[in-house]
């Protein structure tokens, strides 16, 4: 070892004398201490530059935003320490610079985000959380389509509410944003607090408001895994996931048993009581991983005795778990659907769920008992929460949706009476917001052949991977009544029945996306391509996925649960809004960092 660092001793020196910076200067560290000011005279013997000084402040502020960081990050004495070594030259701005640079970020990105909004229909949710130093906050979010038919999701304010979370005062709330932004709002969604859909009645500028899908779903499954047997299997299984979660002897044994077996190295979940799909992740890991998990707690080096009977699972147990994992699967699916902000998800909610409630929560012969009552309770909750067998269903926002997605336009999940009178509903929306009918919207060429020519067109676009997909998790999902349409059917002698002429063409596969689809055929339907950005636009839940369901939500909560109060607007705002990255709304001329 000591001819080795020898060695790396006089490699650097050499290195030192070709006036060349060692590579990684491990050796240095290795030797002798590191003269800071000697290094740096050497490494860097000019000034720092204008243009450089400015793009190092801007990874500054970006760090702090894209972390969502406190402005005191960048004080302490080892991050200085960090920024001296590796340019000397540069200073620090001081807090009040560093906050004007985001504050006019901020204008920047609030403007052109107003500029983008502007005249556009808007669908709202909002966020009621609280830090972790107990400041409640309510977070508003705007969703819409712009005019090259993009669907977008932006925050637009997040303010410390110390008032009770009263009807009224969230109604003020929002009343606030929606004036301080001017917008068109066109729905509201929320969650199924009694405060919160009071408030959604007090507020005249919400024309229409919706409950949490996400939510209402979570409350149907959660009936049924609260079912004694069900609930039962779930706690024994609970405490045996927990048991190789906190045994470092037990951790070790598993895996070792599973590099033997051949079994991939998966480690136990556990779940978490306010998201019920993340029972169904650890019920089939611990399914995955039953074998291993079986021959370690039979192993007397591994597992005590006492442990041993407390964690011990019956053969039933096993049996109930194996069945109930491919009924949970479409529910997890359909959830992650349905909450994800990327994509139009109010037209997914009754095609998934009536197919949810028809063929996944169907009993068969071979089911055991308790998935018999997890089926009837789950599909008995969907049915009264969602009124899947309501006479009303025909004008709700979910079927208008539907209709105007090219994927479910036909209804084919519903009654032909209830569609009849989906069709009539949508006949007098177009009535009432269409106005005149641009001159050859409808072309000259039969309603057949343009559609033919624009699932051409948009069949170039998929991949032999999303067809297969196709056939996979959607199939699964929306059952048998979405096969791609060939049929063909004469156009109407009325050509000007727009409406008419539209319910002819071909629906398009569940994979495509919609909003493509109208980006090809605005031009042809301009009255029902109004419509569809009023309601392709509103998503199906109150929060994006990752803030509900995953454990990235939890730690950006985490994140922003250390932020001052004053600073939390602007930065939430900065990182919700510079996803896309910052060209969307930063151009600054003097900004090179990018």
Not at 42 to 64: P, Y
Not at 456 to 469: C, D, I, P, W, Y
Request: proline share 5%.
């Amino acid at each position: 070892m000591a001819d080795h660092l020898a060695k790396l001793a006089a490699t650097c020196g050499e290195d030192r004398q070709r006036n060349t910076p060692p590579e990684p200067a491990v050796c240095a560290f290795l030797v002798t201490p590191i003269d800071l000011k000697q290094y740096q005279k050497e490494l860097w013997d000019e000034g720092v530059t204008d243009k450089r000084r400015q793009q190092i402040t801007d990874l500054l502020v970006n760090f702090v935003v894209k972390d969502i960081r406190p402005l005191s990050a960048l004080s302490g004495g080892g991050f200085r320490d960090i920024i001296n070594f590796f340019e000397p030259g540069y200073t620090i701005p001081s807090h009040a610079t560093l906050w004007k640079t985001l504050t006019h970020q901020y204008s920047t990105v609030r403007a052109n985000i107003a500029k983008e909004m502007k005249d556009k229909s808007v669908s709202l949710t909002t966020d009621l959380w609280t830090s972790c130093t107990m400041d409640p906050y309510i977070t508003v979010t705007a969703h819409y389509i712009t005019d090259s038919w993009e669907l977008k999701s932006r925050v637009l304010r997040t303010t410390i509410m110390p008032e009770r979370h009263t009807a009224v005062n969230i109604a003020q709330r929002l009343k606030e944003t929606i004036e301080e932004w001017g917008l068109n709002v066109f729905c509201t969604i929320h969650d199924n607090a009694s405060s919160m859909n009071l408030a959604m009645e007090i507020c005249e500028q919400f024309p229409h408001h919706l409950g949490c899908t996400g939510h209402t779903l979570q409350l149907a499954i959660k009936a049924g895994l609260n079912l004694p047997e069900i609930a039962r299997t779930t706690e024994t299984a609970r405490r045996v996931v927990s048991h190789f979660r906190h045994s470092s002897v037990a951790h070790c044994a598993l895996k070792k048993r599973q590099e033997q077996q051949g079994i991939k190295v998966n480690k136990l979940q556990n779940d978490c009581a306010t998201r019920w799909n993340s029972t169904f992740t650890m019920l089939e890991r611990l399914n995955e991983q039953r074998i291993p998990v079986q021959a370690v707690l039979t192993d007397e080096t591994a597992t005590k005795l006492n442990i041993r009977r407390s964690l011990s699972m019956r053969e039933s147990q096993w049996e109930v778990i194996e069945q109930l994992i491919p009924v949970l699967r479409p529910l997890a699916k359909a959830t992650t659907i349905m909450c994800a902000e990327s994509h139009v998800g109010m037209s997914f909610i009754y095609p998934v769920l009536l197919n949810v409630a028809d063929n996944t929560l169907r009993v068969r012969e071979s089911d055991l008992a308790a998935t018999r009552s997890f089926k009837d309770t789950v599909r008995k909750q969907l049915i009264t929460r969602f009124k899947l067998e309501s006479g009303g269903l025909a004008d709700s926002i979910p079927i208008t949706a539907c209709m105007l997605d090219p994927r479910f336009k036909h209804l084919k999940f519903l009654p032909e009476n209830t569609r009849e009178d989906a069709r009539m509903h949508l006949t007098q929306l177009v009535r009432q917001n269409g106005g005149e009918e641009q001159p050859g919207a409808t072309g000259e060429h039969d309603a057949e052949t343009g559609a033919e020519e624009d699932n051409a067109g948009l069949e170039t676009e998929m991949q032999s991977g999303k067809k297969a997909r196709l056939e996979s998790d959607f199939e699964q999902l929306f059952g048998p009544h979405y096969e791609s349409c060939s049929s063909k059917r004469k156009r109407s002698d009325n050509g000007a029945d727009e409406l008419r002429d539209y319910s002819l063409t071909p629906h398009i596969p569940t994979m495509e996306n919609p909003l493509k689809w109208w980006a090809h055929n605005e031009h042809r339907f301009p009255r029902l391509a109004k419509l569809s950005k009023s309601y392709l636009a509103i998503p199906a839940t109150s929060t994006p996925s990752e803030r509900i369901f995953s454990l990235a939500g939890n730690t950006v909560t985490r994140q922003r649960s250390s932020l001052h109060p004053s600073h939390v607007d602007v930065l939430v705002f900065l990182n919700a809004n510079q996803k896309d990255g910052r060209e969307d709304f930063i151009s600054e001329p003097d900004n090179d960092s990018e």
